[in-house]
């Protein structure tokens, strides 16, 4: 079974090259970030003509995350318990957007959902913006909050295969950061109050792809010829409790994405995850054979 993240950056722009990639690949589930759009505005009946379905939690043309599956999707989670708002309510989505704990507005940055065995989050961690904003204290209670609730999560069923993914806007290594724009220590996504509530989550969940794909950026800007210089980020994970990790049999970046016409800035990260240790009903589910 194959599973992935992409910060799309629209996909109201990008839904051709996401479906595209989505039957190329062979992927089982999606999860999505930057969609850009509210689910009426989502380019639904693609992926449904592809043999997807969806859960969207968009809000307006900023942020939103989404599923795209092969398999059916149950439990679905539009954001977690204790989870901060910022900025100030969407015009006409005021009851559907609701508040945080700290009485701001919330956005539409975490989407959960069951899939089989599997208890998968979409998650478009907040930018931060500068090491002064009021972003950055955002984004650490945010990230704060996520990972109490994820201990939670593993302490009520300590062999929940959770795993937790989408773009993270930390770059947690030094070799994550290639773009000189950035400088480590003293800049968002490479602060070390950043990178310490990164190495935070280690006792919760593991980035299950860097075992076995070690090498490669997940994003490069758009400015100063970023791509074809190889100055990018490592930014989006797949981070999966023990029981997830026991699963995964293979992983990539597919860098590729990257290029062609209107890339996203992004490119999709991928795991694989063996169907045998799911539970039966769900491989009775589908008769197609699972690709590795």
Not at 17 to 32: F, H, I, P, Q, T
Not at 45 to 54: K, R, S, T, V
Request: with cysteine; glycine share 10%; net charge negative.
């Amino acid at each position: 079974m194959r599973i992935a993240t992409w910060n799309v950056n629209s996909i109201r722009t990008r839904y051709g090259r996401v479906v595209d990639w989505l039957v190329r690949n062979d992927v089982d589930v999606l999860a999505m970030q930057e969609i850009k759009c509210r689910p009426d505005q989502f380019p639904i009946e693609a992926f449904e003509q592809a043999g997807y379905q969806l859960e969207i939690h968009g809000l307006n043309q900023w942020n939103g995350v989404a599923f795209a599956s092969r398999h059916e999707m149950t439990d679905v989670s539009r954001g977690f318990e204790g989870m901060p708002g910022f900025g100030k309510p969407i015009k006409g989505q005021e009851e559907v957007q609701g508040e945080g704990p700290n009485g701001l507005p919330l956005e539409a940055r975490a989407l959960g959902v069951t899939v089989g065995d599997l208890r998968l989050w979409s998650l478009y961690v907040p930018n931060g913006r500068g090491l002064d904003d009021p972003h950055l204290e955002y984004k650490l209670r945010w990230l704060e909050a996520l990972r109490g609730n994820a201990e939670a999560w593993l302490a009520e069923d300590p062999e929940l295969p959770l795993a937790l993914m989408g773009d993270w806007n930390i770059a947690p290594l030094d070799g994550d950061m290639g773009d000189p724009s950035f400088v480590v220590g003293q800049s968002t996504h490479v602060s070390p109050v950043e990178r310490a509530m990164f190495e935070s989550f280690a006792p919760v969940v593991e980035d299950v792809v860097r075992p076995i794909a070690p090498e490669g950026y997940t994003f490069w800007d758009y400015k100063a010829g970023r791509f074809p210089k190889n100055e990018g980020m490592r930014i989006d994970f797949i981070m999966g409790s023990r029981a997830f990790a026991d699963v995964v049999t293979g992983a990539s970046i597919d860098r590729d994405e990257r290029k062609g016409d209107a890339p996203s800035d992004h490119v999709p990260v991928v795991c694989d995850v063996d169907p045998t240790l799911l539970s039966d009903t769900f491989e009775d589910e589908y008769d197609r054979p699972m690709v590795f």
